[in-house]
């Protein structure tokens, strides 16, 4: 939620001409209220807002590429997660691409998102903690890495990034790393900034 501060400079140098902010009506409701509240962010910034008006649907959007000002059609679903306060998982199909993004749950084998990851291309899927930290994952809505890998194996994308990692573990002493099974067999990877991944 944070980077969403950081989209005005997006702005600035790309050849994007607007962007739209896509979300659950209340989140948005409170990231205007408070992350661009005035006392803390002197511009309100000149995004679309569009509030999701129900816990799961679908919609067409024509999104534009940054590299060139085409527009192309795609399709957004998106779905209701497991996670204190709610959070909403997205599946976006652009051509014959499905893109699925899963972040801030707690991935289970008999969850309801995984009949919407069927076909897809990429998953992006929160991995925040290892497998010493189930109860503290269930407590904080997040994932670790033997259940995310148990969706991996039973949902089989082309390819898999983990993202949403604990910042701290490499502190904490308590960091995974991949073993050849997760890369190999399960197509599995740990996101870095700036990665790009072609799909
Ligand atoms: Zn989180």
């Not at 795609?74 to 209701?80: G, N, Y």
Request: with cysteine; net charge negative.
């Amino acid at each position: 939620v944070v980077g969403l501060t950081f989209l005005i400079d997006a702005l600035a140098v790309t050849n994007l001409q607007r962007i739209q902010v896509i979300g659950d009506a209340e989140k948005l409701n409170v990231v205007r209220q408070h992350l661009y509240h005035e006392l803390l962010f002197p511009v309100e910034p000149n995004f679309e807002f569009r509030p999701l008006p129900h816990s799961a649907g679908s919609l067409e959007l024509q999104l534009e590429t940054v590299r060139d000002p085409q527009t192309v059609p795609a399709r957004l679903t998106w779905f209701p997660l497991e996670h204190p306060g709610g959070s909403l998982g997205y599946c976006l199909e652009v051509a014959d691409k499905k893109l699925a993004y899963i972040t801030d749950t707690t991935a289970r084998a008999e969850a309801d998102y995984l009949r919407h990851l069927s076909n897809s291309d990429l998953l992006l899927h929160e991995c925040y903690f290892d497998d010493q930290n189930q109860e503290f994952s269930e407590k904080t809505g997040h994932s670790w890495l033997s259940a995310v890998t148990e969706v991996v194996r039973r949902v089989k994308p082309r390819q898999t990034a983990l993202i949403h990692i604990n910042p701290l573990a490499e502190l904490l002493g308590n960091g995974f790393s991949l073993t050849e099974n997760h890369r190999s067999n399960h197509k599995m990877l740990v996101a870095e900034d700036g990665m790009r991944i072609e799909f």
